[in-house]
């Protein structure tokens, strides 16, 4: 998949990320930004997305390399925990970054 060049390092020139152009997956990465190990469910309503929906996503994610997936238990209860790696992190500072280069030549 897409994305596995994006984390080079901060010489690499910005560029758009292909896997971050699906606004849906923008939305989980930026969300994951803010935060260290999300809840799955905080994710999914602060997105305004279905747990299936979510959940195809983070796989896309998951497989670029760009989201860390932990599973476990509070309490009883099964909980899904989501992380964005550095990787996705590099990635979306240099989407982020093209878009401004984008938007500034346009203005």
Known sequence: MTGQGAAAGPERAPRLEPLLLDPTRLSIVATLAAAEWAEFGFV???????????????SQLGDAGFVEVRKGYV?????????????????????????????????
């Open 75 to 107: 309490g009883k209860r099964p909980r899904t925990w989501l992380n964005l790696s550095e990787a996705g992190r590099a990635a979306l500072r240099s989407h982020i970054a093209m878009l401004r280069e984008i938007a500034d030549r346009a203005g």
């Open 44 to 58: 999914r309503d602060t997105v305004g997305l279905s747990d299936s929906t979510l959940s195809k996503r983070v």
